[in-house]
């Protein structure tokens, strides 16, 4: 099977690397994706396992068009009963970067037509669109006159990982917190601190990673588990090879400013998800630290202008780095934020700068070491 392993900017090379180490071949890099072959029993590990992935698509079909017409033609020609009954349901996104259609959502409609028209003249019956709960959901993607269509394994991305029942105002999304501990070059056994840890994405991402707990594990539903084929036995068997302990010597911490955030909203979080005997968190103000040199890895995603208006950008980074410089000295720190500006008041020359994109924002990404 081909698999695509959609991802967000800036996360490929990371995604890459995990796709290699699962055992994937032929493994590529494209645009806010991996390409890699596999097995169908990847299906399961891949959506499973997979950190810094969002979405886990089968190639169907690769084919090139002309127009309206070639499109519907040849998507009639793939045989649908692959993957659907007449009566069963689907949906299409859709994703066009081409000039042969006037409308963005006019591929798909013609997609839907082609699919529907090939189940009337077998069996004078067609499938249902189902946006909310299909059978089967389907990618269609045309870059010009290339189309490639695929079957989505996933469903909700896998960024929603299941075990975060509260969140603060704008969270940080789990696959990108996944993205900003992997960056920092955590050795997993060094003491780990999010100074300003919010709703406590990064805490819990960090444990995971250091038990060796599977991305997915609390995740309740994947869209494979909707098809005709798919044998609830061997899912609880694939995830009963994967065990872990949730004790560690390694401290993960996490402080905030707000009692709220750490009472509420942060602890709920950790103990929802397990993980209460390896994560602490406390109320803290970063900008009053007291260490007394001990050396940690620090992985944070301070405020910015769209979560948290500050009255003094500048300030407030130039503070926060003085506050690095002179509490914890020995440390490793990875900070992610959207205000490339501040950050170079920040006052320590970065090690490394990686650039990542979600949806809405675009981020940086520094390491330092403070010496």
Partial sequence: MEFVIKTFGGLEDLLTQELIDL?????????????????????????????????????????????????????????????????????????MISDLFDHSNYPGLVTKDAIADFFKEKYYKRPNVNKENPTAKFNLHINNNRVTISLDTTGDSLFKRGYRDYTNEAPMNEVMAAGLILLSGWDKKTDFLDPMCGSGTILIEAAMMLLNVPAGFKKEHYAFMDWNNF????????????????????????????????KTIAASNVRNAG????????????????????????????????????????????????????????????????NEEAMKHIGLKPTNKVDL??????????TYEVF
């Fill in 275 to 338: 993980f209460a005997n390896v994560v602490s968190v406390e109320k803290k103000d970063f900008m009053k630290s007291s260490e007394a040199d001990h050396p940690y890895y620090i992985v944070f995603n301070p405020p910015y202008d769209e979560r948290l208006e500050l009255e003094n950008d500048l300030k407030f980074y130039e503070e926060m780095g003085t506050i690095l410089k002179f509490k914890f000295k020995g440390s490793k720190v990875a900070i992610i934020s959207s």
């Fill in 357 to 366: 994109e979600n949806v809405k924002l675009k981020f940086r990404v520094n």
């Fill in 23 to 95: 055992g994937l071949k032929k493994v590529e890099k494209v645009k806010r994706a991996v390409v890699c072959q596999g097995e169908e029993s990847d299906i399961f590990k891949l959506n499973y396992l997979l950190r810094t992935g969002v979405k886990v698509l089968v190639v169907i079909e690769k084919f090139t068009i002309t127009g309206k017409e070639d499109l519907y033609s040849q998507v009639k020609k793939i045989d649908w009963e692959q993957f659907l009954t007449q009566h069963d349901s689907f949906c299409i996104d859709t994703v």
């Fill in 231 to 262: 044998k609830p036995k061997e899912w609880e068997a694939f995830k009963a090879q994967y065990k872990w302990d949730t004790t560690s010597n390694v401290k993960i911490i996490g402080r905030d400013v707000s009692a709220r955030t750490v």
